[in-house]
């Protein structure tokens, strides 16, 4: 068996919901990823790199075009995430980085980013019903889960909230598209989120000098 066929085979049956290897895996390393994020940690950025990895295989099992496009921009972006935070402008002596609230330009740039989006990626899988069982709602969690990953790559507290919103249609989405455990951890996400959004956001309350040490010999 391959590594492929058995991350897309089954692991166990919990309350009639058929859990697969690719949907548990993937997404309990999306969880120590966005807990790793919580401490910012340099290696939430190669824990989300991992998940989209794996995540590929269970969106392709469950035969959602658009979850295997979505996954593979998160790589992407993943990729671009842990360059920015080692590139130790702002990054602390424990890998950690600074964090603050966004301006009200760059708020305006991600929601007017994250509507567009939205719209362009809803009206494509419209077109292509392959590409999606609910084309909007899909959409919807693509867009804001790029935009959540652009705000933690720049260290803002919005992207908490992007993360929540995320997660108010993640949650039913997951489980009427069969991927019971991806429901399961968007739950666990919440609280998680919850956590994190308060840790933050008392870190902003720090004095500057406080936060951010310079990273010696953080690659450029």
């Given at each position: 068996?391959?590594?492929?066929?058995?991350?897309?085979?089954?692991?166990?049956?919990?309350?009639?919901?058929?859990?697969?290897?690719?949907?548990?895996?993937?997404?309990?390393?999306?969880?120590i990823a966005l807990a790793l994020g919580w401490r910012r940690s340099i290696w939430t950025w190669p824990a989300q790199f991992l998940s989209g990895v794996v995540l590929v295989a269970a969106y392709a099992s469950a035969q959602l075009s658009g979850?295997?496009?979505k996954q593979l921009l998160v790589i992407g972006v993943a990729l671009w995430g842990w360059r920015q935070w080692t590139r130790g402008a702002r990054a602390a002596q424990d890998?950690?980085?600074?964090?603050?609230?966004?301006?009200?330009?760059?708020?305006?740039?991600?929601?007017?980013?994250?509507a567009v989006g939205t719209l362009a990626v809803g009206a494509l899988f419209t077109a292509l019903p392959e590409l999606s069982w609910n084309p909007w709602p899909d959409a919807y969690i693509f867009v804001g889960t790029l935009a959540a990953m652009?705000?933690?790559?720049?260290g803002l507290v919005e992207f908490w909230f992007a993360w929540l919103?995320?997660?108010?249609?993640?949650?039913?989405?997951?489980f009427?598209?069969?991927l019971a455990f991806s429901g399961f951890v968007y739950v666990v996400y919440l609280a998680l989120v919850l956590w994190?959004?308060?840790d933050w956001w008392l870190?902003?309350?720090?004095?500057?000098?406080?936060?951010?040490?310079?990273?010696e010999g953080a690659p450029a």
């Amino acid at each position: 068996m391959s590594t492929f066929d058995w991350l897309n085979s089954e692991a166990f049956t919990a309350f009639g919901q058929h859990i697969m290897w690719s949907d548990m895996v993937g997404n309990s390393i999306g969880l120590i990823a966005l807990a790793l994020g919580w401490r910012r940690s340099i290696w939430t950025w190669p824990a989300q790199f991992l998940s989209g990895v794996v995540l590929v295989a269970a969106y392709a099992s469950a035969q959602l075009s658009g979850g295997v496009g979505k996954q593979l921009l998160v790589i992407g972006v993943a990729l671009w995430g842990w360059r920015q935070w080692t590139r130790g402008a702002r990054a602390a002596q424990d890998g950690s980085i600074a964090v603050r609230f966004a301006t009200w330009k760059e708020r305006g740039v991600l929601l007017a980013g994250t509507a567009v989006g939205t719209l362009a990626v809803g009206a494509l899988f419209t077109a292509l019903p392959e590409l999606s069982w609910n084309p909007w709602p899909d959409a919807y969690i693509f867009v804001g889960t790029l935009a959540a990953m652009v705000a933690q790559a720049r260290g803002l507290v919005e992207f908490w909230f992007a993360w929540l919103l995320v997660d108010i249609v993640g949650v039913p989405l997951a489980f009427s598209s069969g991927l019971a455990f991806s429901g399961f951890v968007y739950v666990v996400y919440l609280a998680l989120v919850l956590w994190g959004l308060r840790d933050w956001w008392l870190r902003t309350r720090q004095p500057a000098d406080r936060q951010r040490p310079a990273l010696e010999g953080a690659p450029a």
